[in-house]
């Protein structure tokens, strides 16, 4: 059996698993965090603006501190048809959606830059170590196996991103569906700081949020300013990938080559590729969130919207992230760490800006 043993084992160190153990270690409880890549923010994969109102709460002026790249003043939004761009723009930010200020991100930095400071705050975490299975007796959530080892624990709060393999093997996810996910593919490009600037009217610090609604009839773009870079990608249904005879990094050379943007990336060079899965399934797909011994963060619990004008999963995950943290702290005071005690992280979801976020555009 294990030798060792914690109080909550978080599976996955992204923004949802970060923060929780974070605010774990912050109450003096022990945690451990086991990330598969070799570092927090190696596998990580966003647009990406972060909504800074969920981090305020868990690191309050974190965007004093933290490796942000820009704060976003301007927003661009483009409908797009026979490849003729209809923009609008406008100062951030749109005040039907809650979140206050945001800041564009480069996770491989951000989520690095967090793993310290949850290191900092006594977490302990592991890397290069995938979970792979999670050690269930009599029904309920007790530790992980990983490597061939068992390590338990009270809780164990699942925060492994949009596929939750582990939340399936235990039956509170159904296997990913194309037309609950979308696919998204980006290029990182490197520029000079004093040319991006030029190029998209900003001040030292500012930066743009771009989104980009039918590319292609039938492909969302978005475009981020960050401080020496910009990333540009596409987004795009699963359950539409075969309505299209273009692969996806077929479409997204065509966006990169349009010419409404291949000017303002011209001489620019590649830093970054990268492909991933988001959850879009709206509030009917979500959760569940919890069972006997176990709490779901982020997209693995499919947090994560995208309205068209902002594609937002990263606050959902810090927020979900910090309440499953709570209700641990909750389970652990008491020493009960049944289903009907963690329900009150439902509860909490239900009434935080998650729910609000999701729920925001209904009926529109
Ligand atoms: C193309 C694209 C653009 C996006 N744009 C934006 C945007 O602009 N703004 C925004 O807010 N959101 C955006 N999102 C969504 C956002 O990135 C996600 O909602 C957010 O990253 C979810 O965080 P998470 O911590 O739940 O999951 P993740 O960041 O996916 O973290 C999960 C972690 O778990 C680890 N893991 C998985 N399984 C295991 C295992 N068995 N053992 C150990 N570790 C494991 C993974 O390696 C990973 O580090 C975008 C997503 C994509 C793909």
Known sequence: ????????????????????????????????LVERGNYCGAKNVTGGRIYGHSMEKVIPGFAR??????????????????????????????PRIPGGKSYTVLRSKFDRWFAEQAEQAGVMLITDILVEDLLVQ????????????????????????VNGLLAQKI??????????????????????KNLIQERFGLKDGEGLAWMINGFDGICDAFLYTNNESVSAGISMHV???DQTEKSMPEMLEDFLEHPEIAPLLEGGTLLEYSAHLFPEGGAKTIGPFY????????????????FGDTLRGMDLAVESGRLAAETAIAALEQGEFSREILAGYQKALEASSVFAILTSREGE
């Open 171 to 192: 039956g509170l996810k159904s296997p990913v569906e194309p037309d609950h996910v979308s696919v998204g593919v980006k290029e990182v490009i490197g520029f000079n």
């Open 138 to 161: 009599d029904g309920r959530v007790c530790g992980i196996i990983a490597s061939g080892e068992i390590m338990e624990a009270d809780i164990v709060i699942l925060a492994e991103g």
């Open 239 to 241: 359950s539409r990938v």
């Open 1 to 32: 059996m294990s030798e060792e043993r914690f109080e909550c084992i978080v599976v996955g160190g992204g923004l949802a698993g970060l923060t929780a153990a974070y605010v774990l270690a912050n109450a003096g409880k022990e945690v451990m």
């Open 65 to 94: 501190k933290a490796p942000v790249e820009r704060t976003v003043v301007k927003e661009k939004l483009s409908s797009v048809s026979d490849g003729i761009f209809s923009t609008k723009e406008f100062e951030s930010c749109d």
């Open 291 to 306: 069972g006997d011994g176990v709490l779901i963060a982020g997209d693995a619990a499919g947090l994560c919207v995208n």
